[in-house]
T-cell receptor, first 114, second 114 residues
Framework: AQSVTQLGSHVSVSEGALVLLRCNYSSSVPPYLFWYVQYPNQGLQLLLKYTSAATLVKGINGFEAEFKKSETSFHLTKPSAHMSDAAEYFCAVTRAYNFNKFYFGSGTKLNVKP | EAGVTQFPSHSVIEKGQTVTLRCDPISGHDNLYWYRRVMGKEIKFLLHFVKESKQDESGMPNNRFLAERTGGTYSTLKVQPAELEDSGVYFC????????????FGEGSWLTVV
């Protein structure tokens, strides 16, 4: 079975500070992992995905995530937060046989303070 | 190119009434998915269409929910009769296939049952 745990439903950082959003997964088979972002009044947008290639994945808007099998983690980071990063972020896991059947975490709302 | 379009964007209905949500996928996308996020919880898979056929409906919560995709184009999700716990955001998504090509999400239909 697949599941995802996102630690922290709300994270607040200052503009320019490091962003770290945590995601741990459980999967009975090698997983594919994703981060999605939802800006207010918009749909879900793919930030980045891990599909068993390089363990450090770079995404859009300066975000990146590292797949750590030993820790079953896929934390999302960005070196310097911008006001425009304020949104809700979702970690998700899926499997190769139905790539688009996602198991999402409960989401983390990122607040960026000026 | 138009994205995934969902109607209505917001709906408020009374308990016991019927609501029908519609999703227009990106033209040519055979795969169509419905997901739901109940308030404060994770986004959960409801079902997956391939063209007009239900490939996987393991996430449908109960028989008050009926999804259709006649002709393999747009899809509807009917809730009848609606209950308070059905309140949440219903996301539709579409993709060319299930092998890893990008899946596109709509902006969601917000349903409030009072």
């Amino acid at each position: 079975a697949q599941s995802v745990t996102q630690l922290g439903s709300h994270v607040s950082v200052s503009e320019g500070a490091l962003v770290l959003l945590r995601c741990n997964y459980s999967s009975s088979v090698p997983p594919y992992l994703f981060w999605y972002v939802q800006y207010p009044n918009q749909g879900l947008q793919l930030l980045l995905k891990y599909t068993s290639a390089a363990t450090l994945v770079k995404g859009i808007n300066g975000f990146e995530a590292e797949f750590k099998k030993s820790e079953t983690s896929f934390h999302l980071t960005k070196p310097s937060a911008h006001m425009s990063d304020a949104a809700e972020y979702f970690c998700a896991v899926t499997r190769a046989y139905n790539f688009n059947k996602f198991y999402f975490g409960s989401g983390t709302k990122l607040n960026v303070k000026p | 190119e138009a994205g995934v379009t969902q109607f209505p964007s917001h709906s408020v209905i009374e308990k016991g009434q019927t609501v029908t949500l519609r999703c227009d996928p990106i033209s040519g996308h055979d795969n169509l998915y419905w997901y739901r996020r109940v308030m404060g919880k994770e986004i959960k898979f409801l079902l997956h269409f391939v063209k007009e056929s239900k490939q996987d409906e393991s996430g449908m919560p109960n028989n008050r929910f009926l999804a259709e995709r006649t002709g393999g184009t747009y899809s509807t999700l009917k809730v009848q009769p609606a209950e308070l716990e059905d309140s949440g955001v219903y996301f539709c998504a579409s993709s060319w296939d299930t092998t890893g090509n990008t899946i596109y999400f709509g902006e969601g239909s917000w349903l409030t049952v009072v």
